[in-house]
T-cell receptor, first 113, second 113 residues
Framework: DVKVTQSSRYLVKRTGEKVFLECVQD?????MFWYRQDPGLGLRLIYF???????EKGDIPEGYSVSREKKERFSLILESASTNQTSMYLC????????????FGPGTRLTVL | AQSVTQLGSHVSVSEGALVLLRCNYS??????LFWYVQYPNQGLQLLLK??????LVKGINGFEAEFKKSETSFHLTKPSAHMSDAAEYFC???????????FGAGTRLFVKA
């Protein structure tokens, strides 16, 4: 079974703090994604990566950056957390085929005070 | 541009009743279509997907969906709801050859005893 793990299930941070969210997949997948999930808005893509050290902006990249130094690990960074970044963050991975399924981690619920 | 519309943010059915969750998409090219389910406090997992071929697709837990090109729809059905089906369901579309899966806003299914 594919396993995607996220470093924290719940996280509380203060405005202005630098926040790191880690995601690890164990299936040698090429593509990895970070989404945020908000009620009524579904999932919105923040960034994705199709290879080590490669990244592409998604639909809402402002205020975020990412890092992919190793194939299995994809990190989301909030340089200076703000209250409007309070959300559920979901990481996903896929093999990279055209019709591929995404495999999701359990999510990190981030609260910024 | 692709988009996904899920009709109804909340759907309530009685146990044993038919489940029908509606999804319409727009895509300039034949899309790949997915339904994902999210149980409370978990990430998303794939229910079923349509790529090519047979337009009626069967998924896990007794769910199925039919791709209707003329109606640009991919509605999800299950003949008899079970309490364990209570969850949030997301319809998604991926343009063939693309990286980005577009998710609908989600439909929360409630099952009444």
């Amino acid at each position: 079974d594919v396993k995607v793990t996220q470093s924290s299930r719940y996280l509380v941070k203060r405005t202005g703090e630098k926040v790191f969210l880690e995601c690890v997949q164990d299936m040698d997948h090429e593509n990895m994604f970070w989404y945020r999930q908000d009620p009524g808005l579904g999932l919105r893509l923040i960034y994705f990566s199709y290879d080590v050290k490669m990244k592409e902006k998604g639909d809402i990249p402002e205020g975020y950056s990412v890092s992919r130094e190793k194939k299995e690990r994809f990190s989301l960074i909030l340089e200076s957390a703000s209250t409007n970044q309070t959300s559920m963050y979901l990481c996903a991975s896929e093999t990279g085929g055209n019709t591929d399924t995404q495999y999701f981690g359990p999510g990190t619920r981030l609260t910024v005070l | 541009a692709q988009s996904v519309t899920q009709l109804g943010s909340h759907v309530s059915v009685s146990e044993g009743a038919l489940v029908l969750l509606r999804c319409n998409y727009s895509s300039s090219v034949p899309p790949y279509l997915f339904w994902y389910v999210q149980y409370p406090n978990q990430g998303l997992q794939l229910l079923l997907k349509y790529t090519t071929g047979a337009t009626l697709v069967k998924g896990i837990n007794g769910f199925e969906a039919e791709f209707k090109k003329s109606e640009t729809s991919f509605h999800l059905t299950k003949p008899s709801a079970h309490m364990s089906d209570a969850a949030e369901y997301f319809c998604a579309v991926l343009k063939g050859g693309g990286f980005k899966t577009i998710f609908g806003a989600g439909t929360r299914l409630f099952v009444k005893a």
